[in-house]
C-alpha cells in the first residue's frame, strides 16, 4: 500500500505545521514613531465604534510593557519607547498608529479561532456587552477543530469523573442552541451537521461486554438513556456491524454529530452579526507573537500580533489548542514570568470515504477500546491495539465510523506523539482501515485506494494534556490571562461548556460547574 496517500487525497487547510513564533515577526520595530491618524471614510470607526481605539500616552498607557525599537524584533518590556501621540483625544473616530502598528482596545482578546476560541467568543457577544477581538494564525479550523469527527457523545464518557460535569453541560447546550435553531424554523442538519443519530459503543469479547453493561448502568444512574445489546439484538437495528458471538452494544439514543466545519463556520456568522455594533472584531492570517504587561501591576494586558496591538482590557484568553504550550512559553518568557503549560500536540488521522453501496450506518460507531487509549503516557503501553513503530514513535488506532451530513464514510481514529508534524503516514491510514474492516465487514470486499479517490485524508492534532482534563481559567497570578485549552478529544464536544464557564469567571460570577478539576492551579508552573 506504500503511496497510498497522493497530495489530492489530503485536505488542504485542514492542518497545518509550524511555529507561530518561527515567522511572521514583523522585523520593522525600529521605528516606533507614534502619530495619530483620523480614519476618513470612517470604516474603522463604524466597525469599531465600542472597541475604539487607544490614543496613548495617558498615564495608564505609559505603564504598559511595550514593544520596543530593537531593531532585531526583540523586545523592551519596560516604559514606551518612541514618541507620544501630539494630542489626546478620547473619540473613536482616531487610530493610533506606532512604527506601523496600529493599536487596538477591546474588552477581550481571544488567541485562538478554534471551536474553543468561537464559542468563547460567542458567548460573550450574546451574553455580556463586553467587546472582542479574536486572534489567529490561519483561520478558523486550521486546528483541530477542522479535523474532528463531531461525536457530541455521552457513550464514552465516565460518570461522577472529573470531567463528567463539563461534559454533560456541554453536551445539554448543543442541545439547547439545536432547539433555538429548530424554534426559529432553521435546519440544524443543514447549518450545523447536527444528526441525532444515536451512538453504539461496541464490544467483541465477553469481557467488553460486561464492561459495557458496566457502563449502562453507570450512565443510566447518571440520567442518561442507555441500553445493553447483545450481538443479535445489535444487529436488527446495525446489520452492518460484526460484533462476533460473545460482543455486544452500548446504545445511547440520544448521542448526536456534527459537521465541524459547518457548525464553526454557522457560528462565525453569527459572531460576525457584532461586528457592525462594533463588539467583535477577526483578525485572521495574524498569528500572536508577543504579550504586552502592564508595568504597574503586571498584568497582562494585550496581545502583539504580526500586524497589530490588540489591548484586552479585562482578559487575554488563550485557546490555541495543541499550539499553547509552545506560544505561551515563549510569549512569557519574553516578559520574565517562566509559565509551562504542559499541552502537547496529539497527531490524528480521519478517512473519509466514499461509502461502498453495501454499506449503511444507522448509528455513529466506536469501540469499547478507545475509552482507555484517549488518556496515554507520552509513551503509551503497547497493546493489543497499539502498534510502535520505530519512525512513527507511538500511535495508537481504534476504531470509530460514522457517516457524515454529506454521506461519506469517516472512520477513524489515530493517536500518537509526532510534534507538530501533520503528514499524512500510509502506516496509519491503512491501520484505521483495517481496524474498522473488523467491525463492517462490508470493507473488506472494498479497496482502500478506490474509496480514497472520492474522499480525502484529514490529520489534526489534538490538544492533549497529561492528566486528560482540559485546563480553564486564569493562570495564577496572571489574573487576566487566561487558559482555555487541552480539550485533547473531546473539544467539539465540550465547547459550548467550556465557553459558558470562562465568560461566568470573567464575569465574577459563580460558575454553574464546579471548575476546580481544570483550575491551571498546579497544573501549569512559573
Ligand atoms: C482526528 C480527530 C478527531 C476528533 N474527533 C472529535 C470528536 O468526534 N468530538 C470531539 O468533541 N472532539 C473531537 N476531536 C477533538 C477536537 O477537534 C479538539 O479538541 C478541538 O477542535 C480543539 O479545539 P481548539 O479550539 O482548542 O483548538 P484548535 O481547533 O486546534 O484551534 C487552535 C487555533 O489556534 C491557532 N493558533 C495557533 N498558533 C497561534 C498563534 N500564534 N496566534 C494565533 N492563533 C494561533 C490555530 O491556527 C488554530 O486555529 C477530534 C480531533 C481530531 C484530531
Avoid at 410 to 424: H, I, N, T
Avoid at 500 to 523: H, Q, Y
Wanted: aromatic share 8%; glycine share 10%.
Amino acid at each position: 500500500m506504500a503511496g497510498l496517500i497522493s497530495p489530492a487525497t489530503v485536505s488542504s487547510g485542514d492542518c497545518f505545521s509550524f511555529s507561530p513564533f518561527s515567522r511572521q515577526i514583523p522585523r520593522d520595530f525600529s521605528t516606533v514613531a507614534g502619530f495619530l491618524r483620523v480614519k476618513n471614510g470612517a470604516d474603522l470607526h463604524q466597525r469599531m465604534k465600542r472597541a475604539h481605539f487607544r490614543v496613548s500616552g495617558n498615564a495608564e498607557d505609559m505603564s504598559k510593557s511595550r514593544i520596543s525599537a530593537n531593531s532585531d524584533g526583540s523586545m523592551f518590556k519596560d516604559g514606551i519607547r518612541g514618541a507620544r501621540p501630539s494630542k489626546s483625544l478620547g473619540s473613536s473616530e482616531y487610530s493610533y498608529s506606532s512604527g506601523g502598528l496600529e493599536k487596538l482596545d477591546f474588552d477581550i482578546v481571544i488567541i485562538g479561532a478554534g471551536i474553543i476560541g468561537l464559542t468563547i467568543a460567542r458567548q460573550l457577544l450574546l451574553n455580556t456587552d463586553l467587546s472582542v477581538a479574536i486572534v489567529d494564525a490561519k483561520g478558523p479550523c486550521a486546528g483541530a477543530t477542522g479535523a474532528g469527527q463531531g461525536y457530541i457523545w455521552m457513550g464514552y464518557r465516565t460518570p461522577e469523573s472529573d470531567k463528567w460535569e463539563l461534559e454533560a453541560r456541554s453536551k445539554q447546550l448543543w442541545e439547547e442552541f439545536v432547539q433555538e435553531l429548530e424554534a426559529s424554523g432553521l435546519e440544524p442538519l443543514k447549518l450545523l451537521g447536527w444528526k441525532k443519530t444515536g451512538s453504539l459503543l461496541v464490544g467483541t469479547t465477553s469481557e467488553e461486554s460486561a464492561a459495557l453493561q458496566e457502563r449502562v448502568k453507570l450512565l443510566s444512574k447518571a440520567g442518561i438513556r442507555a441500553e445493553f445489546f447483545s450481538a443479535s439484538s445489535m444487529h436488527l437495528i446495525e446489520p452492518a456491524v460484526e460484533v462476533g458471538k460473545e460482543g455486544g452494544a452500548l446504545f445511547i439514543p440520544d448521542d448526536s454529530q456534527i459537521d465541524a466545519k459547518l457548525a464553526v463556520s454557522f457560528i462565525q456568522e453569527k459572531n460576525r452579526v457584532f461586528t457592525s455594533q462594533g463588539r467583535y472584531e477577526e483578525f485572521f492570517e495574524e498569528p500572536a507573537v508577543h504579550f504586552l504587561r502592564s508595568n504597574r501591576k503586571g498584568h497582562i494586558e494585550g496581545v502583539q500580533t504580526s500586524k497589530r496591538v490588540l489591548y484586552g482590557n479585562k482578559a487575554v484568553i488563550l485557546a490555541a489548542g495543541a499550539w499553547s504550550c509552545s506560544l505561551i512559553e515563549k510569549m512569557a518568557e519574553e516578559l520574565s514570568f517562566p509559565l509551562h503549560v504542559p499541552v502537547k500536540p496529539r497527531k490524528g488521522h480521519l478517512l473519509v470515504l466514499e461509502r461502498p453501496q453495501t454499506l449503511q450506518l444507522n448509528h455513529g460507531l466506536m469501540e469499547i477500546g478507545y475509552c482507555n487509549h484517549q488518556i496515554a503516557s507520552v509513551l503509551p503501553d503497547v497493546s493489543s491495539r497499539s502498534i510502535v513503530h520505530s519512525s512513527l514513535h507511538s500511535l495508537s488506532v481504534s476504531m470509530t465510523a460514522t457517516i457524515d451530513s454529506e454521506g461519506s464514510l469517516v472512520l477513524g481514529s489515530s493517536r500518537q506523539f509526532a510534534g507538530f508534524d501533520c503528514e499524512p503516514e500510509d502506516v496509519v491510514v491503512n491501520s484505521i482501515f483495517e481496524r474498522a474492516a473488523k467491525f463492517l465487514p462490508a470493507l473488506n470486499k472494498s479497496s482502500l485506494r478506490e474509496l480514497l479517490k472520492g474522499g480525502h485524508i484529514r490529520i489534526g492534532l489534538r490538544p492533549y494534556m497529561p492528566d486528560g482534563k482540559p485546563i480553564i481559567g486564569p493562570v495564577p497570578n496572571m489574573p487576566k490571562l487566561m487558559l482555555a485549552t487541552g480539550h485533547e478529544g473531546a473539544g467539539l464536544c465540550m465547547a459550548f461548556g467550556t465557553a459558558e464557564m470562562v465568560v461566568e469567571m470573567i464575569l465574577g460570577n459563580a460558575t454553574k460547574i464546579d471548575c476546580r478539576p481544570f483550575s491551571p492551579k498546579d497544573r501549569c508552573c512559573k
